[in-house]
């Protein structure tokens, strides 16, 4: 499983507080140059929060090509499958 956590580093107390997170897993179904992946990101604005596990969205990313592109790209992909990216 990938885990991607975004958390802000404050520059006057060096206090780190762990805003959002996002879940990828293969789902084993996938060959060894495509993978599918189910992803979620976590309902929550702090660490205790986020741990708890409840999932805010889903979705799936079928044929990945792991080992050709970089992981941020997977990131990118899975936020734009689940509805992020919008500008409002």
């Known amino acids: 499983m990938i885990v991607v956590r975004v958390e802000l580093w404050s520059a006057r ?10 879940e990828l897993a293969n789902d084993e179904t996938g060959t ?30 079928k044929e990945w090509p792991a080992e050709a592109v970089h992981v941020w790209n997977l990131v990118a992909v899975a936020l734009g499958a689940m509805g992020y990216g919008g500008r409002r």
């Not at 107390?13 to 996002?22: D, H, N």
């Not at 708890?52 to 969205?57: D, E, L, T, V, Y």
Request: charged share 25%; no cysteine; proline share 0%.
């Open 32 to 61: 060894t140059q495509k993978r599918n992946y189910l992803v979620r990101t976590l309902r929550g604005r702090s660490t205790a929060a986020l741990n708890r596990g409840q999932a805010q969205r889903n979705a799936t990313v």
């Open 13 to 22: 107390t060096g206090q780190k507080t762990e805003l959002a997170r996002m």
